[in-house]
């Protein structure tokens, strides 16, 4: 049995895919059928081609790409990602149409034009039932945009040419050709139960409940997402926005019709306004009814249950008029029709139960939020969402309100909580407070004086369970506790056995200096490389191994700081004896303060004498050394890595751990659209630079 899958298009720009080419086929260039006289298309040319042109110039010099900064979670830790996807000017003043899930938890935009220009954009709104949002470009002065149009109706038919335009694979505009399969499709197929449709499409975001699909064969990639289908008269026919994983060129674009619709609600209002009743429709596909639309499943607490409407329950009329759905490609008209009602109005249904027929009046109520959005909380180390009645129900809850956890710090408060919390556990208390919304999480944002346990109450597979958390706040720093310090000869030697001796014509075993360091005790003496240390204290230095230089490292280790050694050294065949006032050992880089900075998501230390050795900086070199990068916090997207000595931050300099925090500090303050970063990465000074927008705001 095969099941068939659809997937969004969408693009990391860490993907990269050389020698790619698109090319229009001989056969898309067929002429096609005229259009009825209320579309409104342009005249048609003589020759295919140039009506093929004239289609791309109406619409591709408006394509645009978009560059979408996102936050999403991982282990109850938010990470940042960049995609792209395509969108179309749709208006002079600069709004652009794409897909919701392009922009979906984007924190900040930016828009390539086809000239290659850039501008930030603003998301006017989104709407993900239908998959559709709108961004607008902002220039810094008043600009009106060229754009492209709609078509008013959708009167595609199989077979009719249509154009795939976006920025496949974040490349720049591209274009392909191909033909309509089907102007109607619903991704239902034969093996399917018509009821899972909507849940197939995205267990809490379902797209695509109010109309039907056009599939074409024109090819699309990721990054194509929100990109328009255009016909051969130059109209935006659809939006694209889904691909199969099977079946070759198979793609599936928004009607534009529909399209609009959705995008003027969201200038309009930054949203569309619904009407719920709180029941689901089913055709009557495979049933013994002939006429209607089956009520499949009533909402808890909906005006459909108040009103005593049953699942099974078949719907006849609404105020009056026929309602029928033979078939699955009926329903989502119909459910758009009933989404158009007037929020807060009335309407009659007429109902047939068990063979006899009924009126029942119900109140149209607004249409509840399907899903919430995913927000972190640092103080308990969570990732949550806010728990709507359809994700409720959905999950088999008995209540709807509460914060769903989906994710938690490994090591953090949640992760340690006794007992742990878990992905997947619901919060209903704080300290005997209800929570429902992460505005609720607010009294224990800041650090108090005294940190003390909470007592979070919170269900689990319908127990009610109760544990206790210890928040935990800010920047996380540790300072290990001082050694006593070995005495330092301030060499790197390589052992010299016997054998080596006599081959390197060295005439007595012991270690060779093979490096000095700025600074060392042997070198202030006059010890230099090549020589071979043969003694110390009158000690022979006779190595049992070529590759282990223990014996030396340890017999330097046993001497006391500030007193003088005596060194039998060995060079050119003379030996001699020098006396070493030994030095304290630098400290190793485990012994250093380090510093976790959550706002930048990295790690941090103090610089080691061996840090300035390594990179050839003088010994009073100041800076903080960057231990480690997570890859999706914003000191990564601004290109940060680990291993990079960060000398100054916007222009203050970062001497020490303490001076970095300053630094940021002052930074944050700031109003500037970027903070930039100097930084020592191998033999360069390097400035990097983070967009404000990349930064996570104070939550919840």
């Known amino acids: 049995m095969t099941r068939m899958r659809a997937w969004h298009y969408s693009l990391l720009m860490s993907i990269a895919i050389p020698g790619i080419a698109w090319a229009i086929p001989p056969e898309a260039l067929a002429p096609t059928p005229a259009r009825s006289a209320g579309a409104s298309a342009a005249a048609v040319p003589e020759t295919a081609g140039s009506r093929i042109a004239a ?12 560059l979408t900064v996102s936050q999403n979670f991982e282990q109850g ?46 998301l006017i709104g989104e709407d993900t039932l239908s998959d559709l949002a709108v961004l607008q470009a902002q220039p810094n002065k008043p600009e009106v945009f060229k754009h492209a149009e709609f078509a008013s109706v959708n009167d595609l038919q199989a077979g009719d040419t249509v154009l795939a335009m976006g920025a496949p694979w974040g490349l720049s505009n591209s274009m392909s050709a191909g033909v309509v399969n089907n102007p109607h499709r619903l991704l239902v197929s034969l093996f399917d139960d018509e009821a899972d449709y909507e849940d197939s499409l995205g267990p809490d975001l379902p797209t695509g409940r109010y109309y039907s699909w056009i599939q074409h064969d024109a090819a699309i990639a990721p990054g194509n997402s929100g990109g328009p289908l255009v016909d051969a008269n130059g109209r935006i026919v ?134 919430s959005a995913e927000s972190g909380y ?38 340690n909580a006794r007992p742990a919390l878990q992905s997947g556990d619901v919060l209903r208390t704080v300290a005997g407070k209800p929570v429902s919304k992460p505005d609720d999480l607010k009294p224990w944002l800041d650090k108090p004086a005294k940190i003390a346990p909470l007592l979070i109450g919170f269900q689990r597979q319908g127990e009610d369970l109760l544990t206790t958390l210890l928040p935990s706040y800010g920047d996380r720093s540790h300072t290990p506790l001082p050694e006593l310090p070995n005495a330092w000869a301030g060499v790197e030697v390589q052992p010299v056995t016997t054998s080596l001796a006599t081959a390197f014509g060295e005439g007595a075993p012991g270690y060779r200096i093979s490096r000095v360091y700025p600074g060392s005790p042997l070198g202030a003496a006059g010890a230099k490389i090549g020589d071979v240390v043969t003694t110390i204290n009158g000690k022979p230095m006779k190595p049992g191994s070529d590759n282990n230089s223990d014996e030396f490292d340890h017999a330097v280790r046993e001497l006391e700081v500030g007193l003088p050694a005596k060194f039998g050294i060995q060079r050119d065949s003379h030996a001699s004896v020098i006396d070493v006032k030994l030095a304290a050992s630098p400290v190793e880089a485990s012994g250093l303060k380090t510093l976790r900075v959550s706002k930048l998501r990295i790690s941090a230390r103090e610089l080691s004498f061996y840090d300035r050795v390594a990179r050839h900086l003088t010994t009073d070199q100041s800076g903080v050394y960057i231990d480690s990068v997570e890859s999706g916090g914003p000191g990564g997207l601004a290109h940060i890595k680990g291993g990079d000595i960060v000398l100054a931050l916007d222009d203050h300099p970062t001497p020490d751990l303490d001076g970095f925090s300053a630094a940021l500090a002052l930074a ?28 996570q705001e104070k939550s919840p």
């Open 378 to 415: 640092t103080p308990f180390g969570i990732s949550m969402r806010e728990l709507t009645p359809p994700m409720a129900r959905k999950r088999g809850l008995d209540f709807n309100e509460g914060l769903l956890l989906t994710g938690m710090r490994p090591g953090g408060p949640a992760a």
């Open 238 to 371: 659809g939006v694209n926005a889904r691909g199969m994983v099977f079946g070759g060129d198979l793609a599936f674009a928004i009607p534009g019709p529909d399209a609009a619709r959705v995008v003027d609600a969201l200038i309009q209002n930054h949203k569309v306004p619904r009407a719920y009743l709180g029941f689901r429709l089913r055709s009557l596909k495979g049933t013994n009814f002939t006429s209607g639309v089956l009520l499949n499943a009533i909402d808890r607490d909906s005006p459909a249950e108040k009103a005593g409407l049953r699942a099974g329950d078949l719907l006849l009329t609404m105020d009056g008029h026929a309602v029928n759905a033979p078939q699955p490609i009926d329903v989502p008209g119909l459910q758009r029709d009933i989404a158009q009602l007037k929020v807060g109005g009335t309407i009659a249904l007429g109902i047939e139960r068990d063979g006899k027929r009924s009126e029942v009046k119900l109140a149209t109520a607004p249409y509840p939020r399907e899903s």
């Open 77 to 122: 830790e938010p990470t940042l990602s960049v995609s792209s996807g395509s969108g179309t000017v749709i208006s002079p003043q600069g709004y652009i149409v794409t897909n919701a899930h392009v922009v979906e938890k984007g924190k900040a935009f930016r828009v390539v034009f086809a000239d290659g220009h850039e501008l930030p954009a603003k």
């Open 668 to 695: 944050l303050a700031s109003h500037s659209q970027a903070i930039s970063f100097r930084v020592v990465r191998g033999a360069e000074v390097r400035l990097l630079f983070l967009d404000r927008s990349w930064l």
């Open 55 to 66: 289609a791309r110039d109406a619409v591709l010099p408006y394509v645009v790409s978009i």
